[in-house]
């Protein structure tokens, strides 16, 4: 594992190269694994070894014993013996059997207790009856909802004990038989005797037998309901396998910690410190009026009246409702125990406790303690040693009471903080996001190029920012911001009395106050924190000594995304002392600290004599090339992004295409793979980073994507096709080309954005010579007028607007939605200032509904005056030029309704991609031609729609969907297409029915496939009762007659899919194909549908689907001879044989 400590030779000998490399890779292997050398993590520098080579006079520790993390922490002890009947040294482990009492694990809800309905009515009733037996005048809501807790979790635990001893009690019984038993045998042997005793024993070992295999049958759901989907079980597939959150060892004075009750007691220790930054006799001691003083030179934006009833208005039910169905699954509960599960089952009857409960918190200002009680858990931060506390990451875990109120008031704030925060900060921010930032930060810098501006980039480091800020400081920046007395009062009940206990491997600290910082885990806080930065970013904006690049729209100096701030500075000599002091003065009110040795610097067009006197005065990570912001590089010279962040992502991502070769992930589990782990790394570029990208860089990235979803094998369906989106019978494949060009045309919506909403789109309109963005999309290239001073980053989206509006898909001129100035720039001295100013703001608005108005109509209302008569005459005669008739407007293109939203739709990335891929309604994909000559058929649009959706809702598998796939887009390879491609393969079919194998015949006219079908519909027609005619669009397709009913279908796509996936399973070998085996197949699939709907509480709309199996399956139980979860069935969780595509066969 270490050459320098697990090998000792007589001879001093150097280690090569290859030995060093070798080791490092081995001690990478087993870091993946989460796996840890026991004896050397007891004992890290003590040198011991378990065999001695007489030949190579070398001493080695080549005998060793691995454990998990959590396994490594109970380990009291680690040796090595010594040689006495090998030529190895035994070595051994001593681990500690129990723990204190007093360290047992806290409780948490075991939501296996909810899954059945007859339960969850049990719970209702208890609910039910403790509030009406409880709620009295004496008890108040908060001591009510508490008890409710305790009284809850009781019941719980009752409940499982209950069922515990139910399962265990026939055990208990035998055990409890064979011992008596044995002990009569002890007294006189007997042969009944001891055959009760063997009877007994086998009985005991069914039991225990099929315990495991109903676990198995859970693992076996589990992945038949979550591979190869968007899902856990695929994510954990493509990353590293991380260490567990069990903390091996803490470093604390050179010794190393391994007691977990000490290790979290050190932890404790830590956050202590770190949230109660008053005991700290370094820290500054702001007083109220240091902090009334500071805040008095600030000028900050006020809600209207409006909004601050909304804000400090009573909660509602409605608001309830709304915040618990946002709960998501899934998630670690708080000190409580209870789960979100708990709380989105049996909203109906909590939710009006919890209003009662939140109106008295909100009213009084007043909360118990236990509701503020945390737990912290500790991951390790990524690259850094994991022996350390401050190398951690604390995620702290709330109650979700105190989530669902904390996020009432988060919506409340939400909604009123655009008019609250400037357009500089974009994080946590409604309709802001980082791509603002970077795009003005991208524009600035071609700014600076142009000018060639002396300037500096300072991406500064806070130190641990959320959990620093002092909470004088908080209440009375909320105070400032003026939001009202009622909802402060709520805000500041969630910093009464916080608290909070870590919790290592289990094992809880003692609990430590919380006096400092936003409460980490809570909805709100990533809100207050915006506003607490706010003020800071006012005064280095509104300082005259500190200089930004100056634009037509003003100074930009500063841009921040929560606590990532990056300042955009000339004058560095002037501007950078000036910054240093504003942040001293922050820091001392606020406790907001910057770490300078962490802060990158880059300068730009600053001579070196002036960069040296820089770096001498200014302890910054000072860098050469490019700074960090946002997960993006940002570079010197605007032209140089592409390189430093683009051709990283390539090579990134071809590493990471040939780690998840070795894993078992089907054909769409790539393809799931790619949307899941692939795109949001690739998007996030194309919309942080906007460049002119080549070409060959597009091509190249989309190509090692498609060999990694072929497993770089020919690909058997043309990309075109399958890039198309399943309803449009593709696969959703993503095209990167299309997703590069619906980012920039995205940016064109967002760049319909209202005035003064976003920074980066006033600056380059700035730079058009008065006419904005908006008007140049809308007006016809030819008529546009000249913008010598145009942006790149500008001209490279109009230019990709112009490319995809050539002709008209985006929008004809006169676009409903151009706006009304657009055609003062086509039309020589005409004025439309009045018109403006009166509310005419779009070509749309000259018509009421479709119809153009009259003057006199729009008097009406607008009230246009008449001196303005002879402009509507010139406006009539511009819009009767390019319009057939002016008289009625026509429709809104897509991307004219997202323009007309002004960047406020969610998903419009999403329009923008599905709009550069649709084709003609009427047009067919190449397979679905094929399909209609192989069956002499033609199918309608519609028709191929129901065909493409029959897999909705049909099954819990996406092997079964794949296969459904690969049938449906002619996948399979055959004799015939063989045969085209290497004209010494013979065409005929595998089967030996001297037939020429095309697809159709190897799928149905195969006499040995066409006999199997007969069966299968005529065992569908007799036992499941279910009247369908043979037919192959019925059996291929899965296109079934009117009469069939919407359960029905579902049931018999398991049936039909079934069989087609018993017929690939013997596809080249010509193996024989059975009725029985299909149905065994139908069997396994009925039960882990019925425990998936079991699990997913829809265990009615199972029934109804599987009625028909149900009835047929109670009457023939005794035909179905092998079970189809048989011991030998379940050594591996497989739904399905492994896709053919996967398979080690290069035909099939």
């Not at 410190?273 to 006020?302: G, H, R, V």
């Not at 350390?388 to 988060?410: G, M």
Request: charged share 20%; with cysteine.
């Amino acid at each position: 594992m270490d050459p320098t400590q697990d090998i000792a030779r007589t001879v001093k000998k150097q280690i090569t190269k290859q030995q060093a490399k070798t080791a490092q890779k081995l001690r990478d292997f087993f870091h993946k694994l989460a796996l840890i050398d026991t004896w050397r993590a007891k004992n890290p520098e003590h040198k011991e070894f378990t065999y001695y080579s007489p030949r190579h006079s070398m001493h080695s520790r080549i005998d060793m014993i691995f454990t998990d993390r959590q396994t490594t922490t109970s380990i009291t002890k680690a040796w090595i013996g010594i040689q006495n009947w090998s030529d190895h040294a035994p070595t051994g482990i001593e681990i500690a059997r129990n723990r204190a009492t007093s360290n047992i694990a806290p409780w948490r809800l075991n939501e296996t207790l909810l899954s059945r309905q007859d339960d969850q009515n049990i719970i209702k009733q208890n609910i039910k009856e403790y509030f009406k037996n409880n709620k009295t005048e004496e008890i108040g809501p908060q001591c009510l909802w508490l008890a409710h807790k305790a009284t809850l979790r009781g019941e719980f635990i009752a409940m499982a004990k209950k069922k515990r001893k139910e399962s265990e009690k026939q055990r208990a019984n035998i055990e409890h038989k064979i011992k008596l038993l044995e002990k009569q045998l002890s007294v006189k042997s007997t042969k009944q005797l001891t055959q009760e005793i063997q009877s007994l024993k086998k009985e005991l070992n069914q039991i225990l037998i099929n315990k495991t295999e109903y676990r198995l049958k859970l693992l076996k759901q589990t992945y038949y309901t979550k591979s190869n989907k968007a899902d856990k079980l695929l994510a954990s597939q493509l990353r590293n396998k991380q260490a567990q959150t069990r903390i091996p060892y803490i470093t604390e004075n050179n010794k190393k910690i391994s007691d977990p009750k000490k290790i979290a007691d050190l932890f404790a220790t830590y956050y202590t410190s770190l949230y109660n930054l008053a005991l700290n006799n370094t820290e500054p001691k702001p007083t109220a009026d240091n902090i009334t003083q500071y805040l008095t030179s600030i000028k900050l934006p006020q809600p209207t009246q409006k909004q601050k009833e909304s804000l400090n208005s009573p909660i509602t039910i409605e608001e309830v409702h709304q915040v618990i169905k946002q709960l998501k699954i899934g998630k670690a509960p708080g000190p409580d125990g209870y789960t979100n599960l708990y709380y989105k089952i049996f909203a109906h009857e909590l939710a009006p406790h919890l209003l009662q409960l939140f109106t008295d918190i909100m009213d009084t200002g007043i909360i118990t303690p236990e509701f503020l009680q945390a737990h912290i858990s500790t991951i390790p931060k990524p690259g850094k040693p994991a022996d350390i506390c401050q190398n951690f990451r604390p995620i702290a875990l709330l109650n979700t009471d105190l989530k669902l109120y904390s996020k009432i008031l988060a919506q409340r704030l939400n909604k009123i903080l655009p008019t609250l925060i400037h357009t500089d900060q974009v994080g946590f921010v409604l309709g802001r996001q980082a791509p603002d930032n970077t795009r003005k930060i991208h524009a600035l810098l071609q700014i600076i190029k142009q000018r060639k501006t002396p300037a500096l980039l300072l991406s500064l480091d806070a130190e641990k920012a959320f959990d620093r800020i002092h909470w004088g400081y908080m209440i009375q920046t909320l105070k400032k911001f003026n939001l009202g007395t009622n909802f402060i009062k709520a805000v500041m009940t969630l910093y009464s009395a916080p608290s909070a206990r870590v919790n290592a491997a289990g094992i809880l600290s003692e609990t430590f106050g919380i006096t400092n910082g936003t409460r980490q885990g809570c909805p709100l806080s990533p809100l207050i924190f915006a506003l607490m930065v706010e003020l800071i970013a006012c005064k280095i904006r509104e300082n005259v000594n500190i200089t930004g690049i100056q634009t037509q729209v003003g100074s930009q100096s500063i841009g921040l995304f929560a606590d990532d701030i990056i300042l955009t500075l000339s004058n560095p000599h002037i501007s950078i002392p000036n910054v240093l002091q504003e942040l001293k003065e922050f820091y001392h009110i606020s406790w907001y600290k910057i770490n300078g040795s962490k802060t990158q610097a880059l300068q730009i067009n600053i001579s070196a004599t002036e960069t040296q006197r820089m770096k001498e005065n200014f302890e910054f990570d000072w860098q050469d090339q490019s700074i960090k912001y946002l997960g993006v590089k940002i570079t010197k010279d605007p032209e140089l992004l592409f390189k430093a962040n683009y051709l990283p992502l390539q090579k990134s991502l071809l590493n990471d295409y040939q780690k998840w070769k070795v894993h078992y992930i089907s054909w769409l589990g790539r393809i799931v793979a790619t949307k899941m782990n692939v795109m949001p790394r690739i998007l996030y570029l194309f919309r942080t980073i906007q460049v002119q990208l080549p070409a060959t860089y597009l091509k190249t990235l989309q190509s090692q994507m498609n060999n990694f979803i072929w497993a770089n094998k020919k690909p058997r369906t043309a990309s075109k096709i399958i890039q198309h989106s399943t309803t449009r019978g593709g696969l959703g494949v993503p095209s990167l080309v299309h997703y590069y060009r619906a980012t920039l045309l995205d940016t064109a919506v967002q760049m319909h954005s209202p005035q003064q909403t976003k920074s980066w789109l006033d600056i380059e309109n700035s730079f058009l010579n008065n006419i904005t963005i908006p008007q140049i999309l809308w007006i016809p290239k030819a008529q546009r007028p000249e913008t010598p001073q145009i942006l790149p980053i500008t001209r490279t989206t109009i230019l990709n607007w112009d490319k995809h509006n050539k002709k008209g898909k985006l929008g004809e001129f006169p676009s409903p939605i151009t706006p009304i100035e657009a055609l003062a720039h086509m039309t020589n001295n005409l004025s439309l200032r009045t018109w403006k100013e009166k509310g005419v703001n779009k070509i749309s608005d000259l018509y009421l509904i479709n119809v153009y108005r009259t003057f006199k109509e729009l008097q009406e209302k607008f009230q246009i005056p008449n001196k303005e008569y002879y402009t509507y005459i010139r406006i009539t005669h511009l819009l009767s030029k390019n319009m057939p008739s002016h008289r009625t407007i026509r429709h809104k293109t897509t991307m004219e309704q997202l323009c007309a939203l002004e960047g406020r739709r969610k998903g419009s990335l999403s329009e923008c991609y599905k709009l550069l891929l649709e084709t003609p309604q009427d047009q067919k994909h190449p397979y679905m031609v094929k399909w209609e000559q192989d069956l002499k058929k033609t199918f309608t649009q519609e028709q191929w729609q129901e065909i493409y959706n029959i897999t909705k809702g049909s099954t819990r598998c996406t092997n079964h969907i794949e296969t459904h796939k690969k049938v449906l887009l002619r996948w399979y390879m055959t004799p015939e297409k063989i045969n085209r491609m290497t004209s010494t393969y013979p065409d005929m079919c595998w089967r030996n029915c001297n037939q020429k194998g095309t697809l159709f015949h190897m799928w149905w006219e195969c006499p040995q496939i066409k006999e199997l079908w007969t069966q299968v519909f005529h065992w569908i027609n007799t036992e499941l009762q279910i009247n369908i005619s043979k037919t192959p669009e019925t059996a291929l397709l899965q296109y079934f007659p009117k009469q069939i009913s919407r359960h029905n279908k579902k049931l018999l796509f398991h049936i039909l899919n079934a069989t087609t996936t018993e017929i690939s399973r013997n596809w080249k070998t010509g193996g024989q194909n059975n009725l029985q085996q299909i149905i065994l197949n139908i069997d396994k699939r009925a039960l882990m549908e019925k425990m998936s709907a079991r699990k997913d509480n829809k265990l009615t709309n199972y029934e109804k689907i599987w009625d028909p199996w149900n009835v047929y399956q109670s009457k023939n139980q005794q035909t179905i001879t092998q079970t189809a979860y048989s011991s030998t069935n379940l050594v591996h969780p497989v739904t399905e044989p492994l896709p053919i595509s996967l398979r080690t066969d290069p035909v099939k």
